[in-house]
Protein backbone atom coordinates (compact mmCIF):
# COMPACT_ATOMS: atom_id res chain seq x y z
CA UNK A 1 0.00 0.00 0.00
CA UNK A 2 1.17 3.25 -0.54
CA UNK A 3 2.16 5.89 2.44
CA UNK A 4 3.79 9.06 2.73
CA UNK A 5 5.60 10.45 6.25
CA UNK A 6 6.17 13.87 7.11
CA UNK A 7 8.43 13.02 10.55
CA UNK A 8 8.03 16.66 11.64
CA UNK A 9 5.19 18.17 12.90
CA UNK A 10 6.50 21.34 13.31
CA UNK A 11 9.85 22.96 11.69
CA UNK A 12 11.06 26.54 13.04
CA UNK A 13 13.17 28.60 11.08
CA UNK A 14 14.50 32.14 11.20
CA UNK A 15 13.98 34.83 8.08
CA UNK A 16 16.62 34.53 5.85
CA UNK A 17 18.04 30.70 7.07
CA UNK A 18 17.29 28.00 4.51
CA UNK A 19 14.71 25.74 5.41
CA UNK A 20 14.10 21.97 4.96
CA UNK A 21 10.17 20.08 5.35
CA UNK A 22 11.28 16.12 5.01
CA UNK A 23 9.11 13.46 3.44
CA UNK A 24 9.23 9.78 2.57
CA UNK A 25 7.18 8.03 0.97
CA UNK A 26 6.31 4.11 0.26
CA UNK A 27 4.70 2.48 -3.38
CA UNK A 28 5.29 -0.73 -4.76
CA UNK A 29 5.94 1.10 -8.36
CA UNK A 30 7.32 4.19 -9.59
CA UNK A 31 6.31 7.21 -7.58
CA UNK A 32 4.43 10.42 -8.57
CA UNK A 33 5.76 13.10 -5.71
CA UNK A 34 3.67 16.58 -5.16
CA UNK A 35 4.29 19.22 -2.54
CA UNK A 36 1.16 21.26 -1.34
CA UNK A 37 0.73 24.50 0.66
CA UNK A 38 -1.99 25.61 2.60
CA UNK A 39 -2.64 29.12 4.25
CA UNK A 40 -4.83 29.14 7.35
CA UNK A 41 -8.37 28.93 6.10
CA UNK A 42 -7.64 28.44 2.60
CA UNK A 43 -7.63 25.42 0.16
CA UNK A 44 -4.21 23.48 -0.99
CA UNK A 45 -2.04 25.61 -3.51
CA UNK A 46 0.22 23.22 -5.89
CA UNK A 47 4.16 23.65 -5.20
CA UNK A 48 5.64 21.23 -7.43
CA UNK A 49 5.81 17.21 -8.49
CA UNK A 50 8.43 14.71 -9.60
CA UNK A 51 7.39 12.78 -12.49
CA UNK A 52 10.33 11.30 -14.12
CA UNK A 53 13.66 13.24 -15.07
CA UNK A 54 16.28 15.08 -13.13
CA UNK A 55 15.73 14.52 -9.35
CA UNK A 56 16.10 18.34 -8.50
CA UNK A 57 12.79 19.73 -9.20
CA UNK A 58 12.24 23.89 -8.69
CA UNK A 59 8.67 24.95 -8.04
CA UNK A 60 6.67 28.03 -7.36
CA UNK A 61 7.89 30.97 -5.47
CA UNK A 62 11.46 29.91 -4.41
CA UNK A 63 10.77 26.48 -3.30
CA UNK A 64 12.57 23.11 -4.68
CA UNK A 65 12.44 19.43 -3.97
CA UNK A 66 15.00 16.64 -4.21
CA UNK A 67 14.27 13.36 -5.09
CA UNK A 68 15.76 10.74 -3.38
CA UNK A 69 15.16 6.83 -4.38
CA UNK A 70 17.39 4.71 -1.91
CA UNK A 71 16.01 7.40 0.15
CA UNK A 72 12.66 7.34 -0.52
CA UNK A 73 12.72 10.93 0.48
CA UNK A 74 11.44 13.93 -1.53
CA UNK A 75 12.58 16.72 1.09
CA UNK A 76 10.94 20.22 0.37
CA UNK A 77 13.99 22.80 0.70
CA UNK A 78 13.98 26.54 0.12
CA UNK A 79 17.66 28.50 0.30
CA UNK A 80 16.23 31.31 2.19
CA UNK A 81 13.21 31.24 4.18
CA UNK A 82 10.34 34.42 4.27
CA UNK A 83 8.19 34.97 6.95
CA UNK A 84 5.31 34.88 4.62
CA UNK A 85 6.21 31.06 4.01
CA UNK A 86 4.43 30.36 7.28
CA UNK A 87 2.08 27.58 6.36
CA UNK A 88 1.29 24.07 6.41
CA UNK A 89 3.25 21.56 3.82
CA UNK A 90 1.40 18.67 2.59
CA UNK A 91 3.89 16.02 0.44
CA UNK A 92 1.63 13.74 -1.65
CA UNK A 93 2.20 10.54 -3.77
CA UNK A 94 0.69 8.40 -6.27
CA UNK A 95 1.72 5.53 -7.97
CA UNK A 96 1.76 5.23 -11.45
CA UNK A 97 -1.65 6.23 -13.54
CA UNK A 98 -4.20 4.06 -12.15
CA UNK A 99 -6.06 4.20 -8.91
CA UNK A 100 -8.66 6.90 -9.85
CA UNK A 101 -6.23 9.67 -9.27
CA UNK A 102 -6.03 8.98 -5.79
CA UNK A 103 -3.40 11.35 -4.20
CA UNK A 104 -2.09 10.19 -0.82
CA UNK A 105 -1.24 12.80 1.56
CA UNK A 106 1.50 12.74 4.45
CA UNK A 107 -0.29 14.41 7.47
CA UNK A 108 1.51 17.72 7.37
CA UNK A 109 3.98 19.85 8.76
CA UNK A 110 3.50 23.63 10.04
CA UNK A 111 6.27 25.64 9.07
CA UNK A 112 6.89 28.24 11.17
CA UNK A 113 9.50 30.93 10.07
CA UNK A 114 10.19 33.74 12.42
CA UNK A 115 11.69 37.37 11.92
CA UNK B 1 -11.30 33.74 -11.99
CA UNK B 2 -11.43 31.81 -9.46
CA UNK B 3 -10.51 27.79 -10.58
CA UNK B 4 -12.52 25.94 -8.64
CA UNK B 5 -15.08 27.36 -6.31
CA UNK B 6 -17.30 26.23 -3.91
CA UNK B 7 -20.13 26.89 -1.92
CA UNK B 8 -20.84 27.74 0.60
CA UNK B 9 -17.47 28.58 2.76
CA UNK B 10 -19.00 27.92 5.53
CA UNK B 11 -22.27 25.43 6.64
CA UNK B 12 -23.58 25.07 10.14
CA UNK B 13 -26.21 22.46 10.80
CA UNK B 14 -28.19 20.56 12.97
CA UNK B 15 -27.08 16.54 13.19
CA UNK B 16 -30.16 14.32 10.80
CA UNK B 17 -30.10 17.41 8.44
CA UNK B 18 -29.49 16.98 4.86
CA UNK B 19 -27.47 19.48 3.43
CA UNK B 20 -25.40 20.06 -0.16
CA UNK B 21 -22.17 21.54 -1.28
CA UNK B 22 -21.25 22.66 -4.26
CA UNK B 23 -18.19 22.72 -6.58
CA UNK B 24 -17.24 24.02 -10.07
CA UNK B 25 -14.01 24.19 -12.07
CA UNK B 26 -13.39 26.73 -14.97
CA UNK B 27 -10.33 24.56 -15.98
CA UNK B 28 -11.56 22.38 -18.74
CA UNK B 29 -10.86 19.84 -16.50
CA UNK B 30 -12.03 15.86 -16.83
CA UNK B 31 -11.55 14.67 -13.64
CA UNK B 32 -12.83 16.08 -10.51
CA UNK B 33 -12.73 15.06 -6.67
CA UNK B 34 -13.43 15.24 -3.08
CA UNK B 35 -11.39 15.40 -0.21
CA UNK B 36 -12.13 15.27 3.67
CA UNK B 37 -9.66 17.36 6.01
CA UNK B 38 -10.48 15.98 10.00
CA UNK B 39 -9.64 18.54 12.93
CA UNK B 40 -6.31 16.81 12.67
CA UNK B 41 -5.59 18.50 8.91
CA UNK B 42 -5.28 14.88 8.02
CA UNK B 43 -6.55 14.66 4.22
CA UNK B 44 -8.48 11.90 2.65
CA UNK B 45 -9.77 11.35 -0.68
CA UNK B 46 -13.34 10.48 -0.88
CA UNK B 47 -14.57 10.11 -4.09
CA UNK B 48 -13.08 10.90 -8.12
CA UNK B 49 -15.42 11.18 -11.10
CA UNK B 50 -14.19 11.07 -14.59
CA UNK B 51 -15.87 12.72 -17.69
CA UNK B 52 -19.21 12.68 -15.00
CA UNK B 53 -18.07 8.94 -14.36
CA UNK B 54 -17.75 7.68 -11.27
CA UNK B 55 -14.09 5.94 -10.49
CA UNK B 56 -13.21 5.96 -6.96
CA UNK B 57 -15.44 5.84 -3.45
CA UNK B 58 -13.04 5.43 -0.58
CA UNK B 59 -15.23 3.34 1.56
CA UNK B 60 -17.77 6.31 2.67
CA UNK B 61 -20.79 6.14 3.87
CA UNK B 62 -23.63 6.01 1.48
CA UNK B 63 -25.04 9.00 3.76
CA UNK B 64 -22.70 10.76 1.15
CA UNK B 65 -23.58 10.78 -2.22
CA UNK B 66 -21.95 12.93 -5.10
CA UNK B 67 -23.38 14.04 -8.48
CA UNK B 68 -21.71 15.23 -11.98
CA UNK B 69 -24.24 16.75 -13.60
CA UNK B 70 -21.18 17.81 -15.94
CA UNK B 71 -17.57 17.66 -16.53
CA UNK B 72 -17.29 21.23 -14.74
CA UNK B 73 -19.29 20.65 -11.56
CA UNK B 74 -19.50 17.65 -8.95
CA UNK B 75 -21.92 18.33 -5.74
CA UNK B 76 -21.91 16.43 -2.40
CA UNK B 77 -24.57 15.91 -0.97
CA UNK B 78 -25.04 14.40 2.38
CA UNK B 79 -27.56 12.64 4.20
CA UNK B 80 -29.12 12.58 7.87
CA UNK B 81 -25.57 14.53 9.02
CA UNK B 82 -23.71 13.35 12.37
CA UNK B 83 -21.33 14.68 14.73
CA UNK B 84 -18.51 13.16 12.75
CA UNK B 85 -19.04 14.88 9.53
CA UNK B 86 -17.57 17.85 10.68
CA UNK B 87 -14.56 18.97 8.80
CA UNK B 88 -13.77 20.61 6.01
CA UNK B 89 -14.13 20.04 2.37
CA UNK B 90 -12.24 20.35 -0.41
CA UNK B 91 -13.16 19.64 -3.92
CA UNK B 92 -10.34 19.58 -6.53
CA UNK B 93 -9.92 18.68 -10.43
CA UNK B 94 -7.07 17.91 -12.60
CA UNK B 95 -6.41 17.36 -16.19
CA UNK B 96 -7.00 13.45 -16.13
CA UNK B 97 -6.34 10.72 -14.91
CA UNK B 98 -3.12 10.23 -15.46
CA UNK B 99 -0.42 10.06 -12.46
CA UNK B 100 1.48 12.76 -13.79
CA UNK B 101 -1.30 15.44 -13.32
CA UNK B 102 -1.28 17.97 -10.16
CA UNK B 103 -4.64 18.48 -8.57
CA UNK B 104 -6.26 21.65 -8.19
CA UNK B 105 -7.84 22.50 -4.89
CA UNK B 106 -10.99 24.97 -4.00
CA UNK B 107 -11.04 27.17 -0.77
CA UNK B 108 -13.05 24.36 1.56
CA UNK B 109 -16.37 24.51 3.06
CA UNK B 110 -16.32 23.92 6.43
CA UNK B 111 -18.73 21.89 7.82
CA UNK B 112 -19.97 21.72 11.13
CA UNK B 113 -22.61 19.70 12.55
CA UNK B 114 -24.47 20.71 16.21
Known amino acids: AQSVAQPEDQVNVAEGNPLTVKCTYS??????LFWYVQYPNRGLQFLLK??????LVKGSYGFEAEFNKSQTSFHLKKPSALVSDSALYFCAVREGDNQGGKLIFGQGTELSVKP | DTAVSQTPKYLVTQMGNDKSIKCEQN?????MYWYKQDSKKFLKIMFSYNNKELIINETVPNRFSPKSPDKAHLNLHINSLELGDSAVYFC?????????????FGPGTRLTVT
Open chain 1, 50 to 55: YITGDN
Open chain 2, 27 to 31: LGHDT
Open chain 1, 27 to 32: VSGNPY
Open chain 2, 92 to 104: ASSRGLAGSYEQY
